[in-house]
T-cell receptor
Framework: TQLLEQSPQFLSIQEGENLTVYCNSSSVFSSLQWYRQEPGEGPVLLVTVVTGGEVKKLKRLTFQFGDARKDSSLHITAAQPGDTGLYLCAGAFNDMRFGAGTRLTVKP | NAGVTQTPKFRVLKTGQSMTLLCAQDMNHEYMYWYRQDPGMGLRLIHYSVGEGTTAKGEVPDGYNVSRLKKQNFLLGLESAAPSQTSVYFC??????????????FGQGTRLTVV
């Protein structure tokens, strides 16, 4: 059982649609991060959230950290084919643990 | 800027052989990590280090050993490779373990196949 549970595992949508992916845990984290990974590459950081209830926006991406610092969500508005990739959440505790990821495909 | 460099990028081992994966970072980061990535499993932490000369176990440490003799290098060893260790291995480093300084920078990965 992974410390961080991501849902959904797979998501296939049409260009222009909105979507939300979730990252949940029973543990409290000092910070939570979202990464995006392309095939054949290592993950690259999108955002770090530290404060409970924090909301950060990165262009069409909106990230939220739960009030209790146990969960987070990533919302993408008007998805584009360039958003296709593996989205991973990671929680910092004593070390850094990752969820299993959400594989997003955006079709033109 | 090199960032995090992993060597080798690809390797095929026979069952029972040993090998060492090398990770080098040039960002003066304190924390370094070794992960393995398998389909549908995301990244699972093998071992990590919070500073030179220190190492700790992660989620899946069995069958692996690590060493951090120099701050910039983190070595992952497989003493007797097994087919279950076929995976893509990623090394990462970060400035700290908490707060906004936990941003992890990753290497390009090592694709290991054990036959």
């Amino acid at each position: 059982t992974q410390l961080l549970e991501q849902s959904p595992q797979f998501l296939s949508i049409q260009e222009g649609e909105n979507l939300t992916v979730y990252c949940n845990s029973s543990s409290v984290f000092s910070s939570l991060q979202w990464y995006r990974q392309e095939p054949g590459e290592g993950p690259v950081l999108l955002v770090t959230v530290v404060t409970g209830g924090e909301v950060k926006k990165l262009k069409r991406l909106t990230f939220q950290f739960g009030d209790a610092r146990k969960d987070s969500s990533l919302h993408i508005t008007a998805a584009q084919p360039g958003d296709t990739g593996l989205y991973l959440c990671a929680g910092a505790f004593n070390d850094m643990r990752f969820g299993a990821g959400t594989r997003l495909t955006v079709k033109p | 800027n090199a960032g995090v460099t992993q060597t080798p990028k690809f390797r095929v081992l026979k069952t029972g052989q040993s090998m060492t994966l090398l990770c080098a970072q040039d960002m003066n980061h304190e924390y370094m990590y070794w992960y393995r990535q398998d389909p549908g499993m995301g990244l699972r932490l093998i071992h990590y280090s919070v500073g030179e000369g220190t190492t700790a176990k992660g989620e899946v440490p069995d069958g692996y050993n690590v060493s951090r003799l120099k701050k910039q290098n983190f070595l992952l060893g497989l003493e007797s490779a097994a087919p279950s260790q076929t995976s893509v291995y990623f090394c990462a480093s970060s400035r700290a373990g908490t707060g906004v300084r936990t941003e992890a920078f990753f290497g390009q990965g090592t694709r290991l196949t054990v036959v």
